[in-house]
């Protein structure tokens, strides 16, 4: 059984650009879960996919954006990237049958800096 | 909303001791507890976890009682290594796809 993969590892980037993470799901999960956890901070929620649907959101801008595929992998977008955008960010996948109650299984991050 | 509280770190202890690490919660209805801990420079791994009060989760050692009448999940090794030094998460699943962090206890075992 394949676990949850992340890449890139580590990022940089410069204030204003885009980027792009990309998360692979746990073999046979339907679900995957995005959270920012800066330096010293508990993980945030920033927003669920199920069957490619948008599942629920945190308290994230629209620069931040996702997509899910057929097979269940999943990008994170964020658009014009401030400082405070630096941070670990964790993919999160489980098998969700709609009530949404399942365990995630985390992935390693990808650590995100912004200079 | 909902939250969750665990007690500020970090905690330092000699190898063999007890460890506890206190996590309350506030929220609605009846959400699923967890425990998850990161070790330097990875993610998160899930360690137990309770879907319903009274419920006893364990794993490595690890044991942790879903109290609902003091909406507490308190975090118990009788005897802690080195190699639990970590940081440890405790969270809660309730509704709206996300699960929702303590702020984290850092763990330090010494020999």
């Known amino acids: 059984e394949t676990g949850v993969t992340q890449s890139p590892t580590h990022l940089i980037k410069t204030r204003g650009q885009q980027v792009t993470l990309r998360c692979s799901s746990q073999s046979g999960h339907n679900t995957v879960s995005w959270y920012q956890q800066a330096l010293g901070q508990g993980p945030q929620f920033i927003f669920q996919?199920?069957?490619?649907?948008?599942?629920g959101r945190g308290n994230f801008p629209p620069r931040f954006s996702g997509l899910q595929f057929p097979n269940y992998s999943s990008e994170l977008n964020v658009n014009a990237l401030e400082l405070d955008d630096s941070a670990l960010y964790l993919c999160?996948?489980?098998?969700?049958f709609g009530g949404g109650r399942d365990t995630q299984y985390f992935g390693p991050g990808t650590r995100l800096t912004v200079l | 909303g909902d939250s969750v509280t665990q007690m500020e770190g970090p905690v330092t202890l000699s190898e063999e001791a007890f460890l506890t690490i206190n996590c309350t919660y506030t929220?609605?209805?009846?959400?699923?507890l967890f425990w998850y801990v990161q070790y330097p420079g990875e993610g998160l791994q899930l360690l137990l976890k309770a879907t319903k009060a009274d419920d006893k989760g364990s794993n490595k050692g690890f044991e942790a009682t879903y109290r609902k009448e003091t909406t507490s999940f308190h975090l118990e090794k009788g005897s802690v290594q080195v190699s639990d030094s970590a940081v440890y998460f405790c969270?809660?699943?309730?509704?709206?796809?996300?699960?929702?962090f303590g702020q984290g206890t850092e763990l330090s075992v010494k020999p």
């Open positions: 969270a809660l699943y309730n509704q709206g796809g996300k699960l929702i």
């Open positions: 996919y199920y069957r490619e649907e948008e599942n």
């Open positions: 929220a609605t209805g009846y959400p699923s």
């Open positions: 999160a996948s489980s098998l969700d």
